[in-house]
């Protein structure tokens, strides 16, 4: 082999790994899609927290939130949590709620809140079920710490 296909050899293996390495399992950001992506999301985080603003039966839990920290960990979570691009850089669901003593009536009505944001912003009664079945493992995480 002469000296000048050394590296042609080398560039045309490198493309083959990277063709392969591309090719593995893929992202569904199915559900991303189907709440409008980044924005769809924001929409919706800025829809619950407005609920959650009117909701006397919760409101109590988060009167010491930083509004924008909420606004964005709550994006970046929904956003993670649907296939997105995000990553979420809050605390971990136990840590922030430790000491509140959520109860599950409380859960049930942020939960509720959230469904009449969805059907509010017409997204898909399948994307509502996908995104609450997401959520839903939190549940034990959060009630009664």
């Not at 399948?126 to 995480?141: D, F, G, K, V, Y």
Request: aromatic share 6%; net charge negative; hydrophobic share 40%.
């Amino acid at each position: 082999m002469n000296r000048f296909a050394t590296p042609w050899l080398a560039l045309a293996l490198a493309a083959m790994l990277g063709a392969c390495a591309s090719s593995g399992p893929t992202r569904d950001d199915s559900l991303y899609q189907a709440l409008g992506e980044r924005e769809g999301i924001e929409m919706l985080v800025d829809g619950l927290l407005f609920r959650i603003s009117e909701n006397q039966k919760i409101l109590h839990h988060f009167t010491e939130a930083d509004p924008g920290r909420l606004h964005r960990t709550l994006t970046e979570q929904f956003c993670e949590l649907s296939g997105g691009p995000c990553t979420y850089s809050g605390d971990d669901m136990v840590t922030v709620h430790t000491a509140m003593r959520i109860t599950e009536a409380e859960f049930n009505s942020l939960v509720e809140d959230l469904i009449q944001v969805m059907e509010h912003q017409r997204i898909p009664i399948q994307a509502q079920n996908r995104l609450l079945a997401r959520l839903a493992p939190m549940r034990s995480e959060i009630i009664g710490l």
